[in-house]
DNA sequence: ATATTATCTTGACACTGTCAAGATTTTGAC
DNA sequence: GTCAAAATCTTGACAGTGTCAAGATAATAT
């Protein structure tokens, strides 16, 4: 770290990793441009140099989180070539680890902060990556009889949208205590999978 | 409509349906108190003699939401009593229509907008209730053999989180052209939940 | 060495949520 | 019915926000 200059040197990622500082410490709601550029020592302009405006910024911190949560993914998931039930349990249980871990970066994510999603190239790709891994697991649970047959795009939307849906009920609190008392939501997870799992 | 009097009579709802109107036209990032406030004719100040703050009125938003919600699935389940797999198969359909049809509605009960929900009684209120009543058709379908036996509430949250798992990711646009090209949402919808059932 | 570009600062603007002080109306006690 | 208290609404102010324009400074290219 040198001493403060004039020019910052690396002030877009210094941004990004404020902001996905922030908003593990003061969430979504405490996100300003203007903390985020206190924080990476510059002023209340200077990330216009980097940024057009906030959603761009905010659209880089998802696709960080998306690099992140595909590379956690791919950990949990390759070491099982030859067992594509074990990439299935450990895929969705990596999943639900990077949403408790990182709570608010899969908020904002996943919750429609950032709007026009399209917009923003990288994010897309390696959102569509993502899928794509998913879709790897699915296509291979059904070639060894571990998911039901027929189209691998809808099977892969129902595993996801099964993972995603009842992690974001949790995040949310829509989850009742009584389910959440008794079960972690790891546990409740797997069940909601294995229902899914033929035999 | 009387002409406007210093009382206004009714302000509380007003601005409640102000509030969903502007959420409507011009989506989440649109909605703000003071808007609200020139939308039901009333000074930017005049919401505080009804909601101690914005968190508030979209606490009250989001429960007019739930109790739409709830009237709707309601509506859809209840003719189907002597079938349980109707009330599954009709249940889900109301909840995709009125994700689809109420968005961004639909957006602030679900997407952690409103932070501390634990605090809002009525809106404590009435989701339960509505997880109450998912609960009903999963026990029916049980007894029913249409669904697996073991804990209603797990799968009861199974259910749940596998609808709103893919109507989430279908709104935040994460579900693929591919698959959304080719299908529409109930019908994904559909062959999730079929995926679930027995037989 | 100089011109061009990238980067950053300062200052301004409109908009936001929120509060305080006061005006107006309704309600309740007698 | 009168009058005090409470509820409702307005006006004015404040700090914080995203964003833009103008200018300062540094890096790059010619």
């Given at each position: 770290?040198?001493?403060?200059?004039?020019?910052?040197?690396?002030?877009?990622?210094?941004?990004?990793?404020?902001?996905?500082?922030?908003?593990?410490?003061?969430?979504?709601?405490?996100?300003?441009?203007?903390?985020?550029?206190?924080?990476?020592?510059?002023?209340?302009?200077?990330?216009?140099?980097?940024?057009?405006?906030?959603?761009?910024?905010?659209?880089?911190?998802?696709?960080?989180?998306?690099?992140?949560?595909?590379?956690?993914?791919?950990?949990?998931?390759?070491?099982?070539?030859?067992?594509?039930?074990?990439?299935?349990?450990?895929?969705?249980?990596?999943?639900?680890q990077f949403a408790m871990t990182h709570t608010d970066t899969f908020k904002i994510m996943f919750s429609g902060i950032l709007e026009k999603e399209k917009e923003y190239p990288a994010f897309v790709e390696i959102s569509c990556k993502t899928f794509k891994r998913v879709l790897d697991v699915v296509v291979a649970c059904q070639t060894a009889k571990i998911l039901k047959s027929g189209s691998p795009e809808i099977l892969a939307v129902s595993v996801w949208g099964q993972v995603h849906g009842i992690v974001s009920l949790a995040l949310e609190g829509q989850i009742s205590h009584t389910v959440l008392e008794h079960y972690a939501l790891q546990e409740v997870v797997a069940f909601a999978i294995d229902q899914m799992v033929l035999s």
């Open positions: 770290m040198p001493a403060k200059k004039y020019h910052h040197g690396d002030l877009k990622n210094a941004l990004i990793n404020a902001g996905i500082e922030i908003l593990s410490k003061e969430g979504v709601g405490g996100l300003s441009l203007r903390k985020v550029a206190k924080k990476a020592g510059v002023s209340h302009s200077a990330p216009y140099a980097h940024f057009p405006d906030k959603q761009s910024l905010i659209a880089a911190i998802s696709t960080e989180g998306f690099n992140q949560l595909y590379a956690e993914l791919d950990a949990a998931i390759s070491p099982h070539i030859k067992n594509p039930k074990r990439q299935l349990v450990e895929g969705t249980r990596a999943y639900v």
